[in-house]
């Protein structure tokens, strides 16, 4: 692979990595830093303030990072930066072994510059450590593939083991793996990568995931609007069919080659997946199909090389055309994250609670809605204050909250004001600063605006409002409560 396109690449995603990942943690990464600190391991995977979804080795490797350089932003994302930057280098190699140069950078260039997984590379999630598992295994397959010797099948062995607790939709890439093996021979091998991936799968799901599960998530999921089948997600789909047509015919006419094997490798997963979410088994948004990309990616490239080399277009003409497509996908994903202002906090807890911090009094009382309880136990701890009147709603929870109700549209009005007036009882009299989220799509899965019933129930009982501070997809409201009289 050219040189210059490798470094255009690895340097982009690194640079696309490190635009706004000093930004505020929100909700969805403050309950994954609050797990990662929690005093004990068991803490941190059986985490009481959330099911915990996050695979193991993800997060020890971030609860790792987090140790060693003290909690910040920066300090959270290492993890999944360090994953999105391995995920380019496995990649660049492993497609590099089936494709020509210039169409494996361009394979490279359509997984790491989409705009999830550049989202995810600076999210304390771990959709980007999903990213890189997939590559890696791809990159030993392929290797063992080439050449099936003792050495390289004890690299893929290696893979598969640290890949099922890195990520787990491994599970999605390992029947094609080890189908491959099976024929590719001896046989024994095949046993051996089932066994252990069989043998990781049911320690995990026996002591860590089972654990974890609650019906909340499957409505959760199934209420996603990313679920529903749009037009892209058709023709990807119709796509796999006619690559496994496309499979069958080249299995049927000939010994299968590497590549073959490689193509099959590629092929099972997105069939997996697509069977998978059709029987509403998993989950299929642009983040849990992250992990699939690649092998959709290369199996669409592998296509398109077959059929140019077929039609006889001059190598010089695709090496030209995929470089300079490259090199725009790489400028386009840069101007993308300026223009969007992907630098911005989804949600600034960092900003709402230091401004709590200096602004409210020592008599004042803090009421942190429910879905900010955990970015404001996150920046509080972070800031080293508590303040001394605290309290949380308890109603209008996110998913998923072990022992809460956090069904779609599960919030009503009754229910908020009678958790109010038990938390502030009438006749109360000081300043109450209210801190809840303004983003509309938690709001529009609880099925009603609790921040602003808030206040408006609190003005009512003759508590009119303060300032109205705006953070982003944040507010803070200071309620001025008077005596009773």
Partial sequence: MSSITTVVIVVTVLALG????????????????????????????????????????????????????????????????????????????????????????????????????????????????????????????????????????????????????????????????????????????????????????????????????????????????????????????????????????????????AGDWFYLVCLLPCLLLAASAAARLYPVSHRTRLFALPCFVLLAMMTIEDFLRRTKVPSGVTAAVAVGLTFGLAGFAAANQVIEGRNIPEEDYASAVAFLRDHAAASDLVMVHACCKEGFLLYSEMLHWRPAHLAFGDTGWPCCVPGRDARPNSSSEHAVIADIDATIARGYSGRVWLLFTTRPTHWAYTGLDEGELWRNHLWDRGCPPGPYLRFANLALSPMNCAPAR
Wanted: net charge positive; aromatic share 14%.
């Fill in 18 to 257: 490190l635009f706004g990942i000093t930004r505020s943690l929100w909700v969805d990464e403050a309950w994954v830093a609050n797990s990662i600190q929690s005093p004990t391991l068991h803490g941190m995977f059986f985490y009481p303030g959330w099911l915990q979804v996050s695979p193991p080795l993800f997060l020890l490797l971030a609860r790792a990072a987090v140790k060693a350089t003290g909690a910040s932003n920066a300090a959270f994302r290492i993890v999944p930066l360090s994953m999105g930057l391995a995920a380019a280098v496995f990649l660049l190699a492993a497609s590099r072994r089936v494709l020509s140069v210039a169409l494996a950078g361009l394979a490279t260039a359509f997984v790491m510059f989409d705009l999830t997984a550049i989202e995810y590379s600076r999210t304390l999630k771990p959709y980007s450590g999903e990213l890189a598992s997939t590559t890696a295994l791809l990159l030993a397959a392929a290797l063992y593939f080439d050449w099936p010797d003792n050495k390289r099948f004890a690299w893929l062995l290696s893979t598969v083991a640290v890949a099922e607790p890195l990520s787990y939709p491994t599970v999605f890439l390992l029947p094609g793996i080890a189908l491959a093996v099976f024929f590719i021979g001896p046989k024994s091998r095949a046993v051996w990568i089932c066994a252990v991936a069989a043998g990781e799968l049911g320690a995990m799901y026996l002591f860590l995931i089972h654990f974890n599960l609650a019906p909340g998530l499957r409505d959760f999921w199934a209420g996603d609007p990313d679920n529903r089948l749009t037009v892209s997600l058709a023709v990807a789909i119709l796509f796999c069919v006619f690559a496994s047509i496309r499979a069958g015919l080249i299995f049927a006419r000939r010994k299968p080659a």
